[in-house]
Nanobody
Framework: QMQLLESGGGLVQSGGSLKLSCAAS????????TGWFRQAPGNEREFVAV????????FYSASVKGRFTISRDNAKNTLYLQMNSLKPEDTAVYYC??????????????????WGQGTQVTVSS
C-alpha cells in the first residue's frame, strides 16, 4: 500500500516562495502519474499540477501556470511543488496524490487512488 507524506507548507507573504515535498513509500513514483491538488475552506479540492507517469510531461491549472513547477526525483521517490510569486488566493491545504496504476496522465481527482494528509499553505497580503 502506498503512503504519501507532504511537508514544506507554512506562512509566507504575498510574492514569496515555498517548496512542497511529498515523500512516497510502498510503490515507486516513477511508475505512476503524480500530482498536486489543493482545497481552500468552503471549496472543493481542485487540480493544481500533474507530472506524467514517464515524467516527460507536466500540466498546470491556469491559476498557477508560470508560477508553480512540479518535479519528481525518482531516486528519492519524492514529488515536489515549487511555488513562486505566491498570492493570497493560493492559500489552501495542498495534497499530493498518485494515480491508479496504468493511468499515464490525468487531471481528475477520481483517477488518483493514493493521497497524502495535506500541508497547509497560507499566503498573507
Amino acid at each position: 500500500q502506498m503512503q504519501l507524506l507532504e511537508s514544506g507548507g507554512g506562512l509566507v507573504q504575498s510574492g514569496g516562495s515555498l517548496k512542497l515535498s511529498c515523500a512516497a513509500s510502498g510503490l515507486p513514483l516513477a511508475e505512476l502519474a503524480t500530482g498536486w491538488f489543493r482545497q481552500a475552506p468552503g471549496n472543493e479540492r481542485e487540480f493544481v499540477a500533474v507530472i506524467s507517469q514517464s515524467g516527460g510531461s507536466t500540466f498546470y491549472s491556469a491559476s498557477v501556470k508560470g508560477r508553480f513547477t512540479i518535479s519528481r526525483d525518482n531516486a528519492k521517490n519524492t514529488l515536489y511543488l515549487q511555488m513562486n510569486s505566491l498570492k493570497p488566493e493560493d492559500t489552501a491545504v495542498y495534497y499530493c496524490a498518485a494515480a491508479h496504476q496504468g493511468i499515464v496522465y490525468s487531471l481528475k481527482k477520481g483517477d488518483f487512488g493514493s493521497w497524502g494528509q495535506g500541508t497547509q499553505v497560507t499566503v498573507s497580503s
